[in-house]
Nanobody, 121 residues
Framework: QVQLVESGGGLVQPGGSLRLSCAAS????????MNWVRQAPGKGLEWVSSINSGGGSTYYADSVKGRFTISRDNAKSTLYLQMNSLKPEDTAVYYC??????????????WGQGTQLTVSS
């Protein structure tokens, strides 16, 4: 049974840092592309970052590039998102999601429950 459980959210002042975690079970994290997706209050879902299977190439939305770092610990089956230089506009619920590739396309087939990040002074 696939399960994704995020943790690490909270209240941070602008300019601060925080690390989110996503504990995965029921599948092999290193064999799958994993993602962070966020949803700000009153807005739609926004893709934040991805890490590929195998070699682990990483990708970032322009809005977080240079400030956020995605990584994974294969032994712990855990995905991370290190967030630095946080801004109020980073306030959102952050979800980790697993990618499924099918018929030349992809979608997120499993999601965590989300963890709230609030950036405010």
């Amino acid at each position: 049974q696939v399960q994704l459980v995020e943790s690490g959210g909270g209240l941070v002042q602008p300019g601060g840092s925080l690390r989110l975690s996503c504990a995965a079970s029921g599948f092999t994290v290193s064999s799958n592309t994993m993602n962070w997706v966020r949803q700000a209050p009153g807005k739609g879902l926004e893709w934040v970052s991805s890490i590929n299977s195998g070699g682990g190439s990483t990708y970032y939305a322009d809005s977080v590039k240079g400030r956020f770092t995605i990584s994974r610990d294969n032994a712990k089956s855990t995905l991370y998102l290190q967030m630095n230089s946080l801004k109020p506009e980073d306030t959102a619920v952050y979800y980790c999601a697993k990618t499924l590739y099918s018929s030349g396309s992809f979608y997120y087939d499993y999601w965590g429950q989300g963890t709230q990040l609030t950036v405010s002074s």
